[in-house]
């Protein structure tokens, strides 16, 4: 069964501060993976998306890596800010099963000022 | 100003009663999705459909039913059958039903049952 794991479950950082969230998954065949953001109350808005070749991807203060010999991830949130705080969900997408997707349980990151 | 709109965002049932969730795109987008969300777990696929008039059930379609009438619209019933549906409810579209086409999610409805 495909399962996607993210850690931790929650987390509280001050402001400025960096983080990284982890996310492990099975899914196989792999096609690509992405995380996303959702603030409290409100629907999950894509932040990367990584195909099997792709190590690394940015976007702006977020960079997502990936791993898929180990069938890992991990996004970095560079100097936090109070606007960070939300859930991050881990998401992928298995090849061959058109847009079926498997969420992780995500990650609620809190920022204190 | 495109996007996708759910309504309402909070909606309170009865026990035995059925409720319609609805769905709105203005994307073009010809796939849309219903998902369940609980608290701590994974969003779950209730239903799915990849054009007008066809739809499919998801891995959770137990006491649900939609429909799929216009390209713009994809409501969700959550019929008296459903032991517990108290949750969070989320609807996306994408443009196609390939591994790489983005899902664009709605604002979501809290379902209550009193």
């Known amino acids: 069964k495909n399962q996607v794991e993210q850690s931790p479950q929650s987390l509280i950082i001050l402001e400025g501060k960096n983080c990284t969230l982890q996310c492990n998954y099975t899914v196989s065949p792999f096609s690509n993976l992405r995380w996303y953001k959702q603030d409290t109350g409100r629907g999950p808005v894509s932040l990367t998306i990584m195909t099997f070749s792709e190590n690394t991807k940015s976007n702006g203060r977020y960079t997502a890596t990936l791993d898929a010999d180990t069938k890992q991830s991990s996004l970095h949130i560079t100097a936090s800010q109070l606007s960070d705080s939300a859930s991050y969900i881990c998401v992928v997408s298995e090849r061959n099963a058109g847009n079926m997707l498997t969420f992780g349980g995500g990650t609620r990151l809190m920022v204190k000022p | 100003d495109g996007g996708i709109t759910q309504s309402p965002k909070y909606l309170f049932r009865k026990e035995g009663q059925n409720v319609t969730l609805s769905c709105e795109q203005n994307l073009n987008h010809d796939a849309m999705y219903w998902y369940r969300q609980d608290p701590g777990q994974g969003l779950r696929l209730i239903y799915y459909?990849?054009?007008?008039?066809?739809?499919q059930k998801g891995d959770i379609a137990e006491g649900y039913s939609v429909s799929r009438e216009k390209k713009e619209s994809f409501p969700l019933t959550v019929t008296s059958a459903q032991k517990n549906p108290t949750a969070f409810y989320l609807c996306?579209?994408?443009?196609?039903?390939?591994?790489?086409?983005?899902?664009?999610f709605g604002p979501g409805t809290r379902l209550t049952v009193l």
């Open positions: 459909s990849q054009i007008v008039n066809d739809f």
């Open positions: 996306a579209s994408s443009m196609g039903a390939g591994g790489r086409d983005e899902q664009f």
